[in-house]
């Protein structure tokens, strides 16, 4: 994953589960060997860390129907 790909927050343990946000940034690791991703979230209209192992690739949004609606609360 690189600086400015959509990433969908695949992990049901994290919050933002289902959100869909662009890569902007990266802050150091997390052990063991799992890099904090900054993602800007539009529906939040804000960025968070999020452990790239909680993120996987968006791919157009084939996999956003079968995952919980990100909502704003």
């Given at each position: 994953?690189?600086?400015?790909?959509?990433?969908?927050?695949?992990?049901?343990r994290?919050?933002l589960?289902?959100?869909v946000?662009?890569?902007?940034?990266?802050?150091?690791?997390?052990?063991?060997?799992?890099?904090?991703?900054?993602?800007?979230?539009?529906?939040?209209?804000?960025?968070?860390?999020?452990?790239?192992?909680?993120?996987?690739?968006?791919?157009?949004?084939?996999?956003?129907?079968?995952?919980?609606?990100?909502?704003?609360?």
């Amino acid at each position: 994953m690189e600086l400015g790909d959509l990433v969908l927050v695949a992990d049901p343990r994290h919050p933002l589960y289902g959100c869909v946000g662009k890569i902007i940034g990266r802050r150091g690791a997390r052990p063991p060997d799992d890099t904090w991703i900054l993602v800007y979230l539009p529906i939040r209209m804000r960025s968070f860390l999020i452990p790239e192992s909680f993120l996987k690739p968006d791919k157009g949004g084939e996999d956003i129907s079968t995952m919980v609606s990100c909502v704003k609360t």
